[in-house]
């Protein structure tokens, strides 16, 4: 069974620019969350998506943005980008129903220069 | 603040010894899960407790749950220097559906 996958591994942007990170989830998992870890810290929550709905969002600017495609994959978007949306990028999936482990991909590496 | 917030911040053990992870939290929960991470990359489930269960095993991973205190803890017996990785509780809140919430995470290092 494949993994849940992000692409692309890395990116370099300029401050300014938007970009765009990808994540194909398990098969037959439904939810789809969005993580953004800084270097050293911990994971904070930016977005869930589950059957191509937002169900929850985390305390980030409008900036952020995603969706979820009928095939459950999901894109993040972050325009405008500033130094400090340096990070790595999670992507997990799940089951949609409570009371189920998450699934990571190994995450998306953005720098912002 | 972080709804999680584990103790130590940092772990430092020989091989062979146990290791011990406290992790604590703010709100009532459904559900209280475990994760590792290796060197900034995906993490990977570990064990989940419900807010029913007090204790469960997996492997040489013990997990205690304490909803009166609103803690729990992560034993590893008999650590491997392959056990090195930073450990991270979550939350599932009570009403916030699959959603979970990390904590700050546990640096652990095991030594040969």
């Known amino acids: 069974e494949a993994g849940v996958t992000q692409s692309p591994t890395h990116l370099i942007k300029t401050r300014g620019q938007q970009a765009t990170l990808r994540c194909s989830p398990i098969?037959?998992?439904?939810?789809v969350y969005w993580y953004q870890q800084a270097l050293g810290l911990g994971l904070q929550f930016l977005l869930w998506?589950?059957?191509?709905?937002?169900?929850n969002r985390g305390n980030f600017p409008p900036r952020f943005s995603g969706r979820q495609f009928p095939n459950y994959s999901s894109e993040l978007n972050v325009n405008a980008l500033e130094l400090e949306d340096s990070a790595l990028y999670l992507c997990?999936?799940?089951?949609?129903?409570?009371?189920?482990?998450?699934?990571f991909g190994s995450g998306t590496r953005l720098t912002v220069v | 603040s972080q709804q999680g917030e584990e103790d130590p911040q940092a772990l430092s053990i020989q091989e062979g010894e146990n290791a011990t992870m406290n992790c604590s939290y703010k709100?009532?929960?459904?559900?209280l899960q475990w994760y590792r991470q290796n060197s900034g990359r995906g993490l990977v489930h570990l064990i989940l407790?419900?807010?029913?269960?007090r204790e469960k095993h997996s492997g040489r991973l013990r997990v205690t749950l304490d909803t009166s205190k609103k803690s729990s803890s992560l034993l590893i017996t008999a650590s491997r220097a392959a056990d090195t990785a930073s450990y991270f509780c979550a939350t599932a809140i009570t009403g916030g559906g699959n959603k979970l919430t990390f904590g700050t995470g546990t640096q652990l290092k095991v030594e040969l």
């Open positions: 407790i419900r807010s029913n269960e």
């Open positions: 098969s037959g998992h439904t939810s």
């Open positions: 709100t009532s929960i459904n559900n």
């Open positions: 997990a999936s799940s089951r949609g129903q409570e009371g189920y482990g998450y699934t």
């Open positions: 998506y589950d059957e191509g709905e937002e169900r």
